[in-house]
């Protein structure tokens, strides 16, 4: 079984494009987790008018878990062997599922390249991985992280050993924390083809990566040591 996570809030925009290319790649025996963090437009009027039973709604309580929050709210109520992970404006590529899917057979953890788009879809960056320098690697990556949560796959076995997420969700995001527990435990595959248009908007709720330009020297250095603490931590869990 295939669990495919979204995490919504306030996403009526561009939700019903996203959740469309994901539906139809998916079985019937596959699932569609929702972690919805109280969106306030029309976001859960459109889900619900799927009707579909892959998909599967969950409502935070209590609400404002914030971005990272949502998503480990969505991963917690996964069953599948295999897991997507899917913000709520992108499109995914026709052949995503098969091509990931085919990866994961060789590894734990398979993370694609993009196409950056604008909100209407218009391309900014052919290539994430060309644009950022994407690499393989703990240190390179512990040190800063390109690889887009949008883009991963993994299997279940990384999915145990990363939840729970450290509570100081905002020092370490949830895509960055999945980073560092495959550079570290596990064998990380990256696909060299874009296989979704990852929509960059003004109302975008991504953690945007472990840091800013704007961050203090300081802050950038807690964030690491404490990231790296739940690293070292989570390496002594059996």
């Avoid at 994407?134 to 883009?151: E, P, S, W």
Wanted: aromatic share 10%.
């Amino acid at each position: 079984m295939i669990s495919v996570v979204l995490a919504t809030f306030n996403g009526e925009l561009y939700l019903k494009q996203q959740l469309d290319s994901i539906l139809s790649q998916l079985s019937q025996e596959d699932e569609l987790i929702i972690s919805d963090d109280h969106s306030t437009d029309k976001t859960i009027s459109i889900i619900n008018t799927y009707q579909d039973p892959r998909i599967h709604l969950f409502i935070n309580d209590p609400k404002n878990h914030g971005y990272s929050g949502n998503f480990e709210n969505a991963l917690t109520h996964t069953k599948g062997s295999i897991i997507f992970m899917s913000d709520q404006d992108d499109v995914w590529f026709a052949h995503k599922v098969e091509k990931m899917s085919q990866a994961l057979a060789i590894c734990d953890i398979a993370i694609s390249d993009a196409t950056v788009t604008g909100a209407a879809l218009e391309p900014l960056y052919l290539s994430h991985f060309e644009h950022a320098h994407v690499k393989k690697g703990l240190m390179i990556n512990f040190a800063k992280t390109r690889y887009i949560g949008a883009c991963m796959a993994f299997n279940r076995l990384l999915l145990e050993k990363a939840l729970p997420f450290p509570s100081q969700k905002k020092h370490c995001p949830h895509d960055y924390w999945i980073t560092l527990i495959g550079e570290a435990f596990f064998k990380v595959q990256l696909i060299d083809e874009p296989l979704i248009y990852y929509r960059r908007h003004s109302q975008n709720a991504s953690s945007g990566g472990i840091t800013t330009s704007s961050d203090s020297l300081w802050l950038k250095i807690y964030r690491r040591l404490y990231c790296g603490a739940h690293l070292i931590f989570r390496s002594m869990r059996p």
